[in-house]
């Protein structure tokens, strides 16, 4: 059964940084493109940013550009994500999610973690 | 940037066929995916590359795409359907949500 498993999130002052990670297991991790999605509270689901099975391209969206970076440890079956100059906006559920190819494809996504909650207040 | 459009909210009653479009410039063009998100759970695939179900998926879940417009259908609808539902596509450098519908069974 595939498993994601986030972790990180938690409680950080606007202007700071946070990492998460999301621990995959149960299926060959290097073989596939790799999501952030985020949640704002009563809002809709926002693609955050992708890296490609072997880490050779990554891209984001506007909102998080410069300011947050995808990465993955193939060796350690581990997704990241460095959050730094976080702002009250960025307040969400974040979720790792599984492509279904290498990169971004035209299948979407057919996993999804559970989440973490990132809450940027003072 | 490319925008996909959703109605907030689509309410149906139990048995009755519910239908959840998603509107874009010349959508039917592209591959889309549906998911539903349950409060307090993981967002799930129903429908990826525009028709297909994912194994585990229920046949009462179909889907469309031509012109503008994907269409997710659910035939015989049942209290457990209830949940918000979004509709994606993508482009070479990004993931696009649609701003999601919330299904309702009555």
């Known amino acids: 059964q595939v498993q994601l498993v986030e972790s990180g999130g938690g409680v950080v002052q606007p202007g700071r940084s946070l990492r998460l990670s999301c621990a995959a297991s149960a299926f060959i991790f290097s073989n596939y493109g790799m999501h952030w999605v985020r949640q704002a509270p009563g809002k809709g689901l926002e693609w955050v940013a992708v890296i490609w099975d072997d880490g050779s391209h990554q891209y984001y969206a506007d909102s998080v550009k410069g300011r947050f970076t995808i990465s993955r440890d193939n060796s350690k079956n581990t997704l990241y994500l460095q959050m730094s100059s976080l702002r009250a906006d960025d307040t969400a559920v974040y979720y790792c999610?599984?492509?279904?190819?290498?990169?971004?494809?035209?299948?979407?996504?057919?996993?999804w973690g559970q989440g973490t909650l990132v809450t940027v207040s003072s | 940037s490319y925008d996909l459009t959703q109605a907030p909210s689509v309410s149906v009653s139990p048995g009755q066929t519910a239908t959840i479009t998603c509107s874009g410039d010349?959508?039917?063009?592209?591959?889309c995916s549906w998911y539903q998100h349950k409060a307090g759970q993981s967002p799930v695939l129903v429908i990826y590359h525009s028709v297909k179900r994912p194994s585990g998926i229920p046949e009462r879940f179909s889907g469309s795409n031509s012109g503008n417009t994907a269409t997710l259908t659910i035939n015989e609808t049942q209290a457990l359907d209830e949940g918000d539902y979004y509709c994606q596509t993508w482009d070479r450098t990004s993931l696009i949500f649609g701003g999601g519908t919330k299904l309702t069974v009555l």
């Open positions: 010349k959508l039917g063009n592209r591959h």
């Open positions: 999610a599984r492509d279904m190819q290498r990169g971004i494809s035209a299948n979407g996504i057919d996993f």
